[in-house]
């Protein structure tokens, strides 16, 4: 690694080649689902306004290649960026999204297996490296694709659901979401059943927020409306931010 490359690395506080387990098993697991999909639900609409399922298909295979990208900087140290710009990521969506559905799934399964081989191919010390003004490390680029996978999953709005989502993903989740909210964010204070200690948004004068840790990730990521949800004192649920 020359000196430019030694620059550009922090410590890795998370076990990449985990994760990327993970990332396979959530991956066979959509790609499952979208097997068993017929070919005019491409064009259906998806649990994303403005989206087709088809969209939110060609979305998932295009942030394998994005994260592709990410793997090919850290390893060899040639910029890469994930897209040429957010013009140019839109425009793949949208020319992608009405393609047959037989397209779309090798289309997701080729691109989840380039990612998967440029996961394979880093080698350790390339794991910590760090993108200007963007994620902190390569390690926690599994983790994006994970994330991607999983809650675009649900969006499909074909029968998978956030109560599929394991303890650990929806766990990790949410301390992203919780850690992660912008100040204007109503103040809460969440109590994920199971977990010791609790997540304070904001400040601990807000409401206290029960339940299962699944339904508060999906509700804060807006992909649940909280309905098995306790509020304490009684009353209505804040209205989270909208998470991007």
């Known amino acids: 690694m020359d000196k430019a490359r030694d620059a550009n690395v922090i410590p890795v506080t998370i076990d990449p080649l985990v994760l990327m387990t993970d990332v396979e098993q959530a991956t066979e697991t959509l790609l499952r689902t979208v097997g068993g999909f017929d070919d005019p639900v491409i064009g259906e609409p998806s649990a994303l306004p403005g989206w087709t399922v088809g969209h939110v298909l060609t979305h998932l295979a295009r942030n394998?290649?994005?994260?592709t990208n990410l793997l090919t900087w850290a390893r060899t140290g040639v910029e890469t960026p994930a897209y040429p710009s957010r013009e140019a990521r839109d425009a793949a969506i949208e020319a992608g999204a009405g393609r047959p559905l037989?397209?779309?799934?090798?289309?997701?399964r080729a691109a989840h297996e380039r990612f998967a081989d440029a996961a394979a191919a880093m080698p350790a010390a390339a794991w910590t490296f760090s993108y200007p003004a963007m994620v902190p490390s390569a390690a926690v680029v599994p983790w994006a694709r994970l994330r991607e996978v999983e809650v675009h999953h649900v969006d499909l709005g074909r029968g998978y659901t956030p109560a599929e989502w394991s303890d650990a993903f929806a766990l990790r989740l949410l301390r992203e979401i919780a850690g992660d909210l912008p100040a204007s964010?109503?103040?809460?204070?969440?109590h994920p059943a199971g977990v010791e200690h609790p997540l304070v948004i904001g400040s601990a004068d807000g409401p206290a927020i029960g339940g299962p840790t699944r339904s508060i990730a999906a509700w804060l990521a807006g992909r649940a409306d909280g309905a098995d949800l306790t509020v304490s004192p009684d009353g209505e649920l804040p209205q989270p931010v909208q998470w991007k």
């Open 64 to 67: 394998a290649d994005a994260l």
């Open 102 to 108: 037989a397209e779309q799934l090798a289309d997701l």
């Open 185 to 190: 964010a109503p103040p809460m204070v969440l």
